[in-house]
Every structure is written in C-alpha cells, then in structure tokens.
C-alpha cells in the first residue's frame, strides 16, 4: 500500500514570495491533515479535510494561508505570501476515520525555508 | 483545549541502558494517547496508542508506556536501548471526540551512544 506522498520536498524561496505544496493522501482515506512543525517544536495542526469539507481551519493564518481539496482526495497548501516565520516543515497526514481511534499516516513533509 | 508537555528535550544514553521518556497532558474530557516516532528524514510513524482497558501498552519493538490518570502522564519507557532507536520521540492527545486530531508535544531526542 503506498502511504502519503509529498511534493515537494524541499523549497527556498525569499520572503514574500508564494509557494504551494501538495499531497496524496492514502487511497481510501476521508481524512486528511495539514500540520506545520517549526525547528524544535512539535507539529501544530493547521487545517483538517473529510473529504473535501473543512472541518477545523481555526489555527490557519488565513491571512496568508490557504488550502483546498477539491475533489477530496489530493490536497494543496498555499503560502502567499511568505513571511520568514514560516519557515518550517509542513506535514501532511491522513487517516481512515474522522472520529474513532484512527491512526495517523504522515507523509515526509515538504521543508520550507524563506530567505 | 488539551496540552501535552515532555520534559526532556534531549535525552542521551548508552546502548543496552535503559531509558524513561516523559510525557504529561492536560485536558478536562477522557482522551487518547500516543507516541509516535520521527527518525532523520522520515515523516512520523506510530510507535503505540492508549486507546481503553489495560494502562500498559507495548509496540513491537520493545516500547511500552504506562497511562495514569491521577498523574496524568504517559510515560514511555524501554528497558535496554539500541543504536537504531535514536530519534525524536512525540507524545500526543486527541480528545475521545475528536477521534484522530492530535495536539503534539514539543518532542524528545533520543540519541543512543554505542
């Protein structure tokens, strides 16, 4: 079974520029997750999908943050634009339920440095 | 809202010693606990969960952790470490109704020494 992919890996870019990453949830997952993990400090939920519904988008920064999952399956984050603080890695995550005791699938992250 | 706090940042050992990381949460409703693993360059993997029932949980390669609700903690421990465990260890909380969404601590670095 294929887990979470990610692209891309990696990014720099200089402030104020915009950037979008992408993910590929597990086949079958509803859930999906994005989570924001800044150099020594532990992921912090952003946004979560079922399907391609928002149930929980109250720790985005949706000043500059945006994400989409239109036919809920794939899922696209967008920074614009960035600002140095963002720099970090952002991992997507899904599961097979939205409530219960699903277990959490992560991709690699896609690590973001802004200059 | 629900928080987790592990008190050890870095924790350094010797291979074959034992180690104890330590993971506490606060929260007002019954919830479920966690330890995942992030080794370099990997996304994070499940290493054990407190779902209900029995306090003490194990993973397969010898982890386990201890649910105590008076103390509110959720230590994990292993009794004689290898080279291959050294990696960040995160502990987290979902609330019982809010299934899968995890609140994170900030992490423990485990680095095994031969």
């Known amino acids: 079974e294929a887990g979470v992919a990610q692209s891309p890996r990696y990014k720099i870019i200089e402030k104020r520029q915009s950037v979008a990453f992408w993910c590929n949830p597990i086949s079958g997952h509803a859930t999906l997750y994005w989570y924001q993990q800044i150099l020594g400090q532990g992921p912090k939920l952003l946004i979560q999908f079922q399907n391609n519904g928002v149930v929980d988008d109250s720790q985005l920064p949706k000043d500059r943050f945006s994400a989409e999952r239109l036919k809920g399956v794939d899922s696209t984050l967008k920074i614009q634009p960035a600002k140095l603080e963002d720099s970090a890695v952002y991992l997507c995550?899904?599961?097979?339920?939205?409530?219960?005791?699903?277990?959490?699938?992560f991709g690699e992250g896609s690590r973001l440095t802004v200059l | 809202a629900q928080s987790v706090t592990q008190l050890d940042s870095q924790v350094p050992v010797f291979e074959e010693a034992p180690v104890e990381l330590r993971c506490n949460y606060s929260s007002s409703v019954s919830v479920y606990l966690f330890w995942y693993v992030q080794y370099p360059n990997q996304g994070l993997q499940l290493l054990l969960k407190?779902?209900?029932?029995?306090?003490l949980v194990e993973s397969i390669n010898g982890f386990e952790a201890e649910f105590n609700k008076s103390q509110t903690s959720f230590h994990l421990r292993k009794p004689s470490v290898h080279i291959s465990d050294t990696a960040e260890y995160f502990c987290a909380v979902s609330k019982e109704t809010s299934g899968s969404r995890l609140t994170f601590g900030e992490g423990t670095q485990l680095t095994v020494n031969p």
């Open positions: 407190y779902l209900s029932g029995s306090t």
């Open positions: 995550a899904s599961s097979s339920r939205l409530l219960g005791t699903g277990e959490l699938f």
